[in-house]
């Protein structure tokens, strides 16, 4: 088939592939390959127990520092909402936790 009448043939929604030669074809399909490539070992990494894991301490290490920070007088960071939430479930998590131990305290004097 010519180079005109692959272009008349060519599909509304094609983008120009009919007419784009087996060199060029072939070099977008490497890069696509290539994309693909990354974006599965990005998902890969992504959802791995170790990762999630080192995600999870990083986390809770930034909420630490930033629940010391406040207890310091320094205040929630501002500049990450993410940051605030995390240090605050971090102090709830904490007052239940030693509300529950007084409770538990208080009951083993009580008997």
Same mark, same amino acid.
């Given at each position: =088939? #010519? ?10 929604? %094609? &983008?120009?592939?009919?007419? =784009?030669?087996?060199? +060029?074809? *072939?070099?977008? /399909? /490497? +890069?696509?390959?290539? *994309?693909?490539?990354?974006?599965? %070992? +990005?998902?890969?990494?992504?959802? #791995? ?16 520092? %930033? @629940? $010391?920070?406040?207890?310091? $007088? &320094?205040?929630?960071?501002?500049? %990450?909402? #993410?940051? #605030?939430? &995390?240090?605050?479930?971090?102090? $709830? @998590?904490?007052? /239940? $936790?030693?509300?529950? @131990?007084?409770?538990?305290? /208080? ?5």
């Amino acid at each position: =088939m #010519s180079t005109e009448r692959a272009a008349q043939t060519a599909a509304p929604g %094609d &983008n120009g592939t009919a007419t =784009m030669s087996r060199a +060029e074809l *072939e070099a977008q /399909v /490497v +890069e696509a390959r290539r *994309e693909l490539g990354d974006a599965l %070992d +990005e998902l890969t990494t992504r959802l #791995s127990p170790s990762y999630q894991a080192a995600q999870l301490a990083h986390g809770t290490k930034q909420a630490a520092a %930033d @629940v $010391g920070g406040l207890l310091t $007088g &320094n205040g929630l960071p501002e500049h %990450d909402p #993410s940051r #605030s939430r &995390n240090a605050k479930i971090l102090l $709830g @998590v904490a007052a /239940v $936790g030693a509300a529950t @131990v007084a409770i538990i305290l /208080v009951r083993a004097v009580r008997h």
